[in-house]
């Protein structure tokens, strides 16, 4: 399956805080900006191309000293908030 | 590693402007796109009339606007504000709104209500909804619109736009300046903010005009005279006020947010029209100048010492507005002060015996 967020976000870095603010017709969706930590912002790139679950899991275990367990249920809870706040494509 | 991260604003703007003003950066900036208005309001410090405008300087351009408003993307700025005057006089509004949403700010704007029709919701839908709108309400009837505004239909529009904004989904906010020509209206302003489900403030402030505009504040605002039996000692406790360290202890703008004025005055707020920088060498120049300038602004040397300061709400914005000089004292403020101190030893007094 290939996550995607919807097009139409402008990522902005304001000091240490990165957020994606939704711009043009997408703010009839979405309201205000989602904000990400340094991990949720290393996935926003792939996250715009369209992205295997599972590439998204490496792009985490490549930065992270960690184990796939680990990195696996963060991302889950990550693209679950996503969805809950419709910011990925269906 | 750390859990990624998601939140809609959750507890953002606090975390955020904290660090803005540790780090001295604009968090937040006004816009004030024009100094004209289709409204002609009792109590108005910015309305300009197009011949009074001239005479103070010109208006920043569209691109003008657009360049500004790409230099304050770099160097932080997240939250605009759109102002004026009335920003949908503007004929070229939209293409200043246009570029500032594809910029990736925030982008509140701050109207009188009478120009949103079904073509500006076109508009919104086309080029991006603001995060939030904010109208002012001015009266409760056309009648009231009439006195207070010199728009004899006011309210009839300012009601359509509320409806308007309300079903497009766009998060609004209502504020009502409360003066004499519309005191009688102040139960029917939430009474109607209720009915349309919408966020009401109220403010009897009224700042006497500082930046040319002819306003009538000596003669509309109320005195402070008449909210003093209002008192209570549980009021005058909650609103004393420590000791200021500096000029600027109170002010939530100070080292993180700046106004820039329809010709091009980068200055702290709407009222402080100085000190102020200009934009000659760029925004960053003049956001370090604004800030150098302020840091060394005092307060009026008879602060210091006086008995009533902790019943003083001044601050330098409101001594430009009142005195003309961020550095003096006002009659008027030192006045207020004053008689909340002896208000206060009374019911002390009172509560004693």
């Given at each position: 399956?290939?996550?995607?967020v919807?097009?139409?976000?402008?990522?902005?870095?304001?000091?240490?805080?990165?957020?994606?603010?939704?711009?043009?017709?997408?703010?009839s969706?979405?309201?205000?900006?989602?904000?990400?930590?340094?991990?949720?912002?290393?996935?926003?790139?792939?996250?715009?191309?369209?992205?295997?679950?599972?590439?998204?899991?490496?792009?985490?275990?490549?930065?992270?000293?960690?184990?796939?367990?680990?990195?696996?249920?963060?991302?889950?809870?990550?693209l679950?908030?996503?969805?809950?706040?419709?910011?990925?494509?269906? | 590693?750390?859990?990624?991260?998601?939140?809609?604003?959750?507890?953002?703007?606090?975390?955020?402007?904290?660090?803005?003003?540790?780090?001295?950066?604009?968090?937040?900036?006004?816009?004030?796109?024009?100094?004209l208005c289709?409204?002609?309001?009792?109590?108005?410090?910015?309305?300009?009339?197009?011949?009074?405008?001239?005479?103070?300087?010109?208006?920043?351009?569209?691109?003008?606007?657009?360049d500004?408003?790409?230099?304050?993307?770099?160097?932080?700025?997240?939250?605009?504000?759109?102002?004026?005057?009335?920003?949908?006089?503007?004929?070229?509004?939209?293409?200043?709104?246009?570029?500032?949403?594809?910029?990736?700010f925030?982008?509140?704007?701050?109207?009188?209500?009478?120009?949103?029709?079904?073509?500006?919701?076109?508009?919104?839908?086309?080029?991006?909804?603001?995060?939030?709108m904010?109208?002012?309400?001015?009266?409760a009837?056309?009648?009231?619109?009439?006195?207070?505004?010199?728009?004899?239909?006011?309210?009839?529009?300012?009601?359509?736009?509320?409806?308007?904004?309300?079903?497009?989904?766009?998060?609004?906010?209502?504020?009502?300046?409360?003066?004499?020509?519309?005191?009688?209206?102040?139960?029917?302003?939430?009474?109607?903010?209720?009915?349309?489900?919408?966020?009401?403030?109220?403010?009897?402030?009224?700042?006497?005009?500082?930046?040319?505009?002819v306003?009538?504040a000596?003669?509309?605002?109320?005195?402070?005279?008449?909210?003093?039996?209002?008192?209570?000692?549980?009021?005058?406790?909650?609103?004393?006020?420590?000791?200021?360290?500096?000029?600027?202890?109170?002010c939530?703008?100070?080292?993180?947010?700046?106004?820039?004025?329809?010709?091009?005055?980068?200055?702290?707020?709407?009222?402080?029209?100085?000190?102020?920088?200009?934009?000659?060498?760029?925004?960053?120049?003049?956001?370090?100048?604004?800030?150098?300038?302020?840091?060394?602004?005092?307060?009026?040397?008879?602060?210091?010492?006086?008995?009533?300061?902790?019943?003083?709400?001044?601050c330098?914005?409101?001594?430009?507005?009142?005195?003309?000089?961020?550095?003096?004292?006002?009659?008027?403020?030192?006045?207020?002060?004053?008689?909340?101190?002896?208000?206060?030893?009374?019911?002390?007094?009172?509560?004693?015996?």
């Amino acid at each position: 399956m290939i996550y995607k967020v919807k097009d139409g976000f402008v990522l902005r870095k304001i000091g240490p805080q990165i957020m994606a603010v939704p711009v043009g017709r997408l703010t009839s969706e979405i309201h205000g900006m989602v904000a990400l930590n340094e991990s949720g912002a290393l996935l926003w790139d792939s996250l715009v191309r369209g992205s295997e679950k599972e590439e998204l899991i490496q792009i985490l275990l490549n930065e992270y000293e960690t184990d796939k367990e680990t990195v696996t249920s963060d991302i889950d809870i990550f693209l679950k908030n996503l969805e809950e706040q419709g910011v990925l494509e269906q | 590693m750390s859990a990624c991260g998601f939140s809609l604003d959750n507890g953002l703007p606090g975390a955020l402007k904290k660090f803005a003003f540790e780090n001295r950066f604009p968090l937040s900036a006004t816009f004030e796109l024009t100094p004209l208005c289709n409204f002609s309001c009792v109590m108005c410090y910015v309305h300009l009339t197009k011949e009074q405008m001239k005479s103070r300087g010109e208006m920043l351009t569209a691109e003008q606007w657009i360049d500004i408003a790409k230099q304050a993307k770099d160097m932080g700025t997240l939250y605009v504000t759109l102002t004026g005057g009335e920003p949908f006089v503007r004929p070229d509004f939209w293409d200043i709104y246009s570029e500032l949403n594809k910029m990736g700010f925030l982008i509140s704007v701050l109207s009188n209500g009478s120009l949103i029709d079904e073509s500006v919701m076109e508009k919104f839908n086309e080029y991006g909804k603001p995060y939030l709108m904010k109208l002012s309400l001015y009266g409760a009837s056309n009648e009231t619109y009439s006195k207070v505004c010199g728009c004899p239909d006011g309210f009839e529009r300012v009601e359509k736009a509320v409806k308007l904004i309300k079903n497009a989904g766009i998060p609004l906010m209502l504020t009502g300046t409360v003066v004499r020509e519309n005191s009688e209206d102040l139960n029917k302003l939430y009474e109607k903010a209720r009915e349309w489900n919408v966020p009401f403030q109220h403010t009897v402030t009224v700042v006497k005009s500082a930046r040319g505009a002819v306003n009538s504040a000596a003669e509309s605002r109320f005195t402070f005279d008449e909210f003093l039996d209002e008192m209570t000692l549980e009021k005058l406790e909650k609103n004393k006020f420590p000791p200021l360290k500096s000029p600027f202890a109170w002010c939530s703008s100070y080292g993180c947010s700046f106004w820039l004025t329809w010709n091009g005055h980068v200055q702290l707020c709407s009222f402080m029209n100085g000190p102020y920088a200009t934009l000659e060498n760029g925004l960053t120049d003049a956001w370090i100048e604004l800030n150098f300038k302020l840091d060394n602004l005092k307060s009026p040397q008879e602060c210091k010492e006086c008995r009533y300061a902790e019943f003083c709400q001044r601050c330098p914005g409101m001594l430009c507005g009142e005195s003309g000089d961020a550095e003096k004292i006002s009659e008027d403020i030192c006045n207020i002060a004053k008689k909340l101190y002896y208000a206060h030893k009374k019911l002390i007094q009172e509560e004693q015996t």
